[in-house]
């Protein structure tokens, strides 16, 4: 059974940083394409960041130069540093895993993480 498996949220002060991990019990892990999605309080979920299998990044506007998606497939890892982070940051984090060959079927999400900054 696939599973992702999200840590590292939490709480931050503005300005600071956090680093969130998401480990995947997929199969051929290295040919998938990678994302960190986010859905803030009674909004929509949103694509923050994406990775493709030849390490090709995408971010959202409203992150560019302060967040940063990376990829380790020898531990089955995609990760999502997160730096200068603001208040409308504040979401659950969740991390996606999609086989480009197969978006349909392979296409799975993880539970989330919560992300929350204040002071």
């Known amino acids: 059974q696939v599973q992702l498996v999200e840590s590292g949220g939490g709480l931050v002060q503005p300005g600071g940083s956090l680093r969130l991990s998401c480990v995947a019990s997929i199969s051929a892990f290295e040919i998938y394409d990678l994302g960190w999605y986010r859905q803030p309080p009674g909004k929509q979920r949103e694509l923050v960041a994406h990775?493709?299998?030849?390490?090709?990044?995408n971010y959202a506007d409203s992150v560019k130069g302060r967040f940063t998606i990376s990829r380790d497939n020898t531990k089955n890892t995609v990760y999502l540093q997160m730096d200068s982070l603001r208040p409308e940051d504040t979401a659950v984090y969740l991390c996606n895993a999609k086989n480009p060959f197969r978006p349909v079927s392979n296409n799975y999400w993880g539970q989330g993480t919560q992300v929350t900054v204040s002071s």
């Open positions: 990775i493709s299998s030849v390490e090709t990044t």
